[in-house]
């Protein structure tokens, strides 16, 4: 059992930043990929960005150069940064769990979840 907590979230107006935490006891494993999703109210769940132990990242097209995920084995926490937010980037993030080198960042791939931590840009 993979159990994961977010942190970070918060109001902002566009244009500011914040930082996502993750933290996940027991991180790093050997083989493992992390990632953060976000939905919007009446939205679908959508990946943001992926990290994973086979030296992948990337970010979707949407936060492309706004937003970067990194981590912090230390700390066993995973972190995305967030700048340049726009009113359209609110939403519960989600932080996401799999054992294994996943590159995608599609949902079904994914098997262990936190509850999520909720951003709000205003504009």
């Known amino acids: 059992q993979v159990q994961l907590v977010e942190s970070g979230g918060g109001s902002v107006q566009a244009g500011g930043s914040l930082r996502l935490s993750c933290k996940a006891p027991?991180?790093?494993?050997?083989?493992?990929?992390m990632a953060w999703f976000r939905q919007a109210p009446g939205k679908q769940r959508e990946g943001v960005a992926v990290?994973?132990?086979?030296?992948?990242?990337s970010v979707a097209d949407s936060v492309k150069g706004r937003f970067t995920i990194s981590q912090d084995n230390a700390k066993n926490t995973l972190y995305l940064q967030m700048n340049s937010l726009k009113p359209e980037d609110t939403a519960m993030y989600y932080c996401?769990?799999?054992?294994?080198?996943?590159?995608?960042?599609?949902?079904?791939?994914?098997?262990?979840w936190g509850q999520g931590t909720q951003v709000t840009v205003s504009s």
């Open positions: 996401a769990f799999a054992f294994g080198c996943v590159a995608t960042i599609q949902k079904y791939a994914y098997s262990y």
């Open positions: 027991g991180y790093p494993y050997s083989s493992y990929s």
């Open positions: 990290l994973n132990s086979c030296d992948h990242t």
